[in-house]
Structures are given as C-alpha cells and as structure tokens.
C-alpha cells in the first residue's frame, strides 16, 4: 500500500523523488520519507504526517545529491511515527531501504539476527530487518548481499536499496507488489505505479515476481532469481501527465465521479467494430470454452466486490450460467469448489489488490480459467489472468473508487452480451438492442450529474447525521451497498445497507424520528415493494431520500426527497444509480470537513493481506 521512488541520474534527486511521491501519496500517507546519497554521505529524511512535512523540511534544509529513494508510507508494522517512516537504515547507517509489502517473517529473521549479530533496532517495523540483513550479508557485493537476504524473506514485497559502500546503483527487488522501472537518457527511474513517473518518461519496464533490477546512471539489468538476465520490452504509457491531475476540480474524487460518461462511453465503444457488434481484443474464450464453461465465480475486494455482485445478475441474465460472488480475502480461505468447468473473474481496478491476486493464484491452481476485469494496464491481475478486459476509466487517483466502479459494470454487461451471444442464449435481435441501450448509457449518466446542485442541497441538509440506511430490493440492493460503502469511507459516518425486505426482521428496530434512509426504487418489478418499505420507515419517523425512474413519479408523495434516474432496463440501472450515491457522499464529505481523497487509514491500493 505504501508508494516507492527511486532516481539516478544528473538530475537533483530530491526534486525527482519528491515529485514521483506527491503521485503516489494515494497510496499510503500517513509518513514519508528520502535517503539521498552524495560523494560523502546517506543523507536521511523521514517524517510522520502528509508528504508536506517532509517537502517542508526538505525546502528550508536542502539535500544534495543525484541518487535517491524516496517513500510514502501506509503503517502496517508499528504506528506512524518519524522513526517507523521509510527508508530505514543498517547499524552504520549506510544502507537504506525501502519497502511496500510486508515481511511475513520478520519476527523469525530478527530473532535469528539477534542470535547471529549484534543488531540494535531503531524501529518496530518489519522493513527495518531488511536492512540489516543486507548488512549481515555484505561482502563487497551489494547485488549479492540483497539477493541472500531476500532469500530470507517471506511474504509480499516490493523494495528499493541504495548504499554509500556503492553509491553508483540502486537495485531493486518485486514479489508480489507492484514496481516498475522508467527509462530515460543518462538517467533511470523506479517507482511502484506509473503516475509518479510520466513527468519524466513514458517508457518503462514492468517488473515480474521475483525478479531483480539494478539501475546505474546509464543501464537498466533485470534478473530472474537464478540469477539470469532477462530481456523485457518496453511497455510504452499512453496516459498524459493532465489525466492524472485534478484539473481545475476541487478534488479527484469530484472529478473522477464527472469522468463517468467518458469512461462508460469509451470502455464500450473501444470495444464495437464496424457492424456495432462487441470485440473483445483481450478474451480469447471461444464458444468451444464457453460451452464447456458450468459455473462463474467472481471474486474482488469492496467497491470492485459490488461490481461483482452486479455482474453476477447480469450474467446470469444474458449468459444463463450459474454465478457465484466472493470477497477475495473470504475465498482464498474457504476451499471453494472449482475447477476446470469454471470461469474464474477478478475484478480490480488497481490489480493489484493481494487479497484479489491471491484467489486467483488459488483459482489457477484448481485448473480454473481465469479473465480478469482490470483499470491498471500491466498491473499483477492483469498479467497473471488468461483473459484480460481493460476498463477504460483512466487512472483513479481519488482512494474512494467511482469511475472504475461505472465502467467495471460496463464491462460486465459487455462480456455477458459477448457469452449470450456466443452461446446463443440471446438470439442477435436481443444482442444488438441491449448494445444500444448500452450506448445510451454515458448520456444518461451525464443527465444525473446535471442534478447535482438538488443533491448537494440535500448533502448540506443531512451531513450532521451519524447513522444513515441505505436499502432495495434486487440489483439495487448492490448498489445500496456501494452506496453506503461510498458514504461511511469518506465521511466517517456509521451507514450499512440492507435488503429492503430484511427490514423487519430486525434492522427496523433502529429507525427512529429523524433517521436518514437512503431509498433505492428503481427496479420496476419491484417498485409497489419498495413503496411499501419506505411506508414501514416513514411510519417510524425515517426521513427519507429515495432513487426511482423518473416515470415513477408517485413515490414523491411517500418518500421526503426523490432524485430520478433516466429510464432504462432494469438490469441497467446500477450504472446510473450510482451516481447520485457518489455525489451525495462526495458533498456530505465536504460539508463535514473531510479530507475527501485521502480519508483516514485508507489506501488506494491495498497490497497487504
Ligand atoms: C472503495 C475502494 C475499495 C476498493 C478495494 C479494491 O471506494 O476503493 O473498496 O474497491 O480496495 O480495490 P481494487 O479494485 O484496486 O482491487
């Protein structure tokens, strides 16, 4: 979860790194930290607090030197402090490391350092061992020196080494977190995701599972971990520096959530050929395999997990082939039963998620066939997956995820349109009605963002609430979910969402004069349902707000405030109902003064178990 920097080149290291940092502070920002190395000396700086503490100290106390690493961290061992901050250092203080990931046993390697050597720890971190295994290791060969302390380590990490006995290398190590290296003249780079980098390069090498880097001034060596020096091409970055900007927007989440016409659209029509039918370049599923295809599971972690409860209706729907949804971190513990019948589909936008890769490792192991429904081209999920769908959103920077959300339902719906028809559980009419029904859907996304002002109106009169309900009946039910997800991570406020049917077996007993239920109405086959839902709470003194089609006008009557969503199929409505959900979390967010695309001990990528 943490973000990892490094430079070498004739550049000021500082400048680089703290630049490439300010691009990942999503992913961990609770401390941040430098080593920068110059003919003398490991210059170390490292702080509690925002990335603006340390740039703070970095402005008024200049660092010299053109070899860096640099990290922002997300606290997994040892609470945020100056001295758990990354990079840490050996007993000399010539080596410094940083880490993204965990080491699963760094109890265990301190208690054989402690037996070995004379180590004396500064910190509680996990991180901290490895830089005195390095030490232990030493014998006038740094590359040597990480590798026999790697081979020490378990668990899942991502590091970044440099030391004054070699101060002309920065090497570099992944297993199962994210790095990558940028290319440039007289000059390299190495973070672990690609924002922090496009100031300076496009061109970058997509590190695997236990490989090794070593970067110098003028030459970028991969290794296997035999040893063996690999030969990779170049993965060439099409975003441009602005998309990862805000704009002009107050936050990225604001942003990100007015990027969903854009994203819907484009994710579907990159995706049309010449005849409007769909073309899915990354799925090689023939029907051959589809027909051999009896179950699906699909697996994720939080907003992506509710995608995938979506997905299950529509695939089910269109595809008539039996679904089943999971938490990653619930699968990969609960021998499900899979095997080479099943589809197996992540969803991530990051792909990253470790719980998300670790259950489709699972998934593989069982002979599964796995696609993958991913936003971060080349990311672990993608890359391990048979099959890939990549979303179209455009990189996420805001931790609570929008834009990923609307175009992984897309995806959905265009990959079981693709199964429906290629088994011919949709007959071509019905295929290529729903495609235009899709087509509709930026638009109307668009037409719900036009409402805005009505929702921020009714956000400046609920945000004082501490408790929110969010309910429905059918799909909606999913997007309550996300709803209330959306609400609780941004605003801090206690909200959960239930079944509207589950009501009164149990959660009405907490309603009360004044409470805020958030009412989503909008499958048609339920609606009458609904309306008798919102009476049950009504009675009790709820203050409602609720979701409907806007031909349904009557529940306006019932329901104290209504925001309508643009008709469409019933199948179709998460897309859009989403979206006034996002917003009104985003404007109760800022009428309570919260950090919106940072909430607290958040993360956007969550690369730890
Ligand atoms: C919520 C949110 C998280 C992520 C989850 C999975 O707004 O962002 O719940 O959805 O951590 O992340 P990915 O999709 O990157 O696997």
């Given at each position: 979860?943490?973000?990892?920097?490094?430079?070498?080149?004739?550049k000021?290291?500082?400048e680089?790194?703290?630049?490439?940092?300010?691009?990942?502070?999503?992913?961990?920002?609770?401390?941040?930290g430098?080593?920068?190395?110059?003919?003398e000396e490991?210059?170390?700086?490292?702080?509690?607090?925002?990335?603006?503490?340390?740039?703070d100290?970095?402005?008024?106390n200049k660092?010299?030197?053109?070899?860096?690493?640099?990290h922002?961290r997300?606290a997994?061992?040892?609470?945020?402090?100056?001295?758990?901050?990354?990079?840490h250092?050996?007993c000399?203080n010539?080596?410094?490391v940083?880490?993204?990931?965990i080491?699963e046993?760094?109890m265990k390697?301190?208690?054989?350092l402690?037996?070995?050597?004379?180590?004396?720890?500064?910190?509680?971190?996990?991180?901290e061992?490895?830089?005195?295994?390095i030490?232990y290791?030493?014998?006038?060969d740094?590359?040597?020196a990480?590798y026999?302390?790697?081979?020490?380590m378990?668990?899942?990490?991502?590091?970044?080494?440099?030391?004054?006995?070699?101060?002309d290398?920065?090497?570099a190590?992944r297993k199962?977190?994210?790095?990558?290296?940028?290319?440039?003249?007289?000059?390299?780079?190495?973070?672990?995701?690609?924002?922090?980098l496009?100031?300076?390069?496009r061109?970058?090498?997509l590190?695997?599972?236990?490989?090794?880097?070593?970067?110098?001034k003028?030459?970028?060596?991969?290794?296997?971990?035999?040893?063996?020096?690999?030969?990779?091409?170049?993965?060439?970055?099409?975003?441009?520096?602005?998309?990862?900007?805000?704009?002009?927007?107050?936050?990225?989440?604001?942003?990100e959530?007015?990027?969903?016409?854009?994203g819907?659209r484009?994710?579907?029509?990159?995706?049309?050929?010449?005849?409007?039918?769909?073309?899915?370049?990354?799925?090689?599923?023939?029907?051959?395999?589809?027909d051999g295809?009896?179950?699906?599971?699909?697996?994720?972690?939080?907003?992506?997990?509710?995608?995938?409860?979506v997905?299950?209706?529509?695939i089910?729907?269109?595809a008539?082939?039996?679904?089943?949804?999971?938490i990653?971190?619930?699968?990969?513990?609960?021998n499900?039963?899979?095997?080479?019948?099943?589809?197996?589909?992540?969803?991530?936008?990051?792909?990253e998620?470790?719980?998300?890769l670790?259950?489709?490792?699972e998934?593989?192991?069982?002979?599964?066939?796995?696609?993958?429904?991913?936003?971060v081209?080349?990311?672990?999920?993608?890359?391990?997956?048979?099959?890939?769908?990549?979303?179209?959103?455009?990189?996420?920077?805001?931790?609570?995820?929008?834009k990923a959300?609307?175009?992984?339902?897309?995806?959905?719906?265009?990959?079981?349109?693709?199964?429906?028809l290629?088994k011919?559980t949709?007959?071509?009419?019905?295929?290529?009605?729903?495609?235009?029904?899709?087509?509709?859907l930026?638009d109307?996304?668009?037409?719900?963002?036009?409402?805005?002002?009505?929702?921020?109106?009714?956000?400046?009169?609920?945000f004082n609430?501490?408790?929110?309900?969010f309910?429905?009946?059918?799909?909606d039910?999913n997007?309550?979910?996300?709803?209330s997800?959306?609400?609780?991570?941004?605003?801090?406020?206690?909200?959960?969402?239930?079944?509207?049917?589950?009501l009164?077996?149990g959660?009405?007993?907490?309603?009360?004069e004044?409470?805020?239920?958030?009412a989503?109405?909008?499958?048609d086959?339920?609606?009458e349902k609904?309306l008798?839902?919102?009476k049950?709470?009504k009675?009790?003194?709820?203050?409602?707000?609720?979701?409907?089609?806007?031909?349904?006008?009557?529940i306006?009557?019932?329901?104290?405030?209504?925001?309508y969503?643009?008709e469409?199929?019933?199948?179709?409505t998460p897309?859009?109902?989403v979206?006034?959900?996002?917003l009104?979390?985003?404007?109760?967010?800022?009428?309570?003064g919260?950090?919106?695309?940072?909430?607290?001990n958040?993360?956007?990528?969550?690369?730890?178990?």
């Amino acid at each position: 979860m943490c973000g990892i920097v490094g430079y070498i080149g004739n550049k000021q290291a500082t400048e680089v790194l703290m630049n490439g940092l300010s691009k990942l502070e999503y992913r961990g920002y609770d401390s941040a930290g430098v080593a920068i190395i110059n003919d003398e000396e490991l210059n170390i700086r490292k702080y509690k607090g925002r990335l603006s503490v340390l740039s703070d100290n970095l402005s008024q106390n200049k660092i010299v030197g053109n070899i860096g690493i640099g990290h922002t961290r997300w606290a997994t061992h040892g609470a945020p402090s100056d001295v758990n901050s990354h990079p840490h250092t050996n007993c000399q203080n010539d080596i410094a490391v940083i880490h993204n990931g965990i080491v699963e046993n760094y109890m265990k390697i301190k208690k054989w350092l402690d037996e070995v050597s004379d180590v004396k720890y500064k910190s509680e971190t996990d991180t901290e061992v490895i830089a005195h295994l390095i030490d232990y290791f030493y014998d006038g060969d740094l590359v040597e020196a990480v590798y026999k302390a790697v081979d020490k380590m378990e668990g899942a990490y991502a590091i970044g080494v440099v030391s004054k006995r070699e101060p002309d290398k920065i090497i570099a190590v992944r297993k199962d977190s994210p790095l990558i290296v940028g290319i440039g003249e007289s000059e390299n780079f190495l973070a672990s995701d690609i924002p922090a980098l496009l100031k300076y390069t496009r061109d970058v090498y997509l590190i695997e599972n236990d490989e090794f880097v070593i970067l110098t001034k003028d030459n970028i060596k991969i290794y296997n971990e035999f040893k063996q020096e690999v030969n990779r091409d170049i993965f060439k970055v099409t975003w441009n520096e602005e998309s990862a900007e805000k704009e002009g927007y107050e936050h990225f989440m604001i942003k990100e959530i007015y990027e969903q016409p854009k994203g819907t659209r484009e994710t579907l029509d990159r995706r049309l050929d010449d005849d409007g039918d769909i073309y899915l370049d990354g799925i090689k599923l023939t029907k051959e395999d589809l027909d051999g295809i009896n179950k699906v599971y699909i697996v994720a972690c939080g907003t992506a997990y509710h995608a995938g409860l979506v997905g299950r209706t529509i695939i089910e729907k269109y595809a008539k082939v039996a679904v089943e949804v999971d938490i990653a971190s619930e699968f990969r513990y609960r021998n499900p039963i899979i095997d080479d019948k099943t589809l197996f589909i992540a969803v991530s936008q990051s792909g990253e998620t470790l719980d998300t890769l670790a259950a489709l490792r699972e998934a593989k192991k069982h002979g599964a066939r796995v696609l993958s429904l991913v936003n971060v081209v080349g990311s672990s999920v993608a890359r391990e997956s048979d099959d890939v769908f990549y979303t179209w959103a455009g990189p996420e920077i805001a931790v609570a995820s929008t834009k990923a959300f609307t175009t992984q339902l897309m995806a959905f719906n265009m990959i079981a349109l693709h199964i429906g028809l290629t088994k011919g559980t949709l007959t071509k009419e019905e295929y290529k009605n729903l495609i235009e029904k899709l087509k509709e859907l930026p638009d109307k996304i668009k037409q719900i963002l036009d409402q805005y002002e009505d929702i921020q109106e009714i956000a400046d009169s609920q945000f004082n609430n501490e408790k929110v309900f969010f309910m429905g009946r059918g799909v909606d039910v999913n997007i309550a979910k996300e709803g209330s997800l959306k609400l609780k991570e941004i605003s801090y406020i206690n909200s959960f969402a239930i079944a509207a049917g589950e009501l009164k077996h149990g959660t009405i007993a907490l309603i009360e004069e004044g409470t805020f239920v958030v009412a989503l109405a909008t499958q048609d086959r339920l609606y009458e349902k609904m309306l008798s839902n919102i009476k049950e709470v009504k009675a009790r003194g709820a203050n409602v707000l609720a979701l409907a089609k806007e031909n349904n006008r009557e529940i306006s009557k019932i329901a104290d405030k209504v925001i309508y969503i643009p008709e469409t199929l019933d199948e179709l409505t998460p897309i859009l109902s989403v979206v006034p959900l996002q917003l009104l979390s985003y404007y109760i967010a800022v009428a309570r003064g919260c950090d919106v695309d940072k909430p607290r001990n958040l993360a956007k990528s969550v690369t730890v178990e």
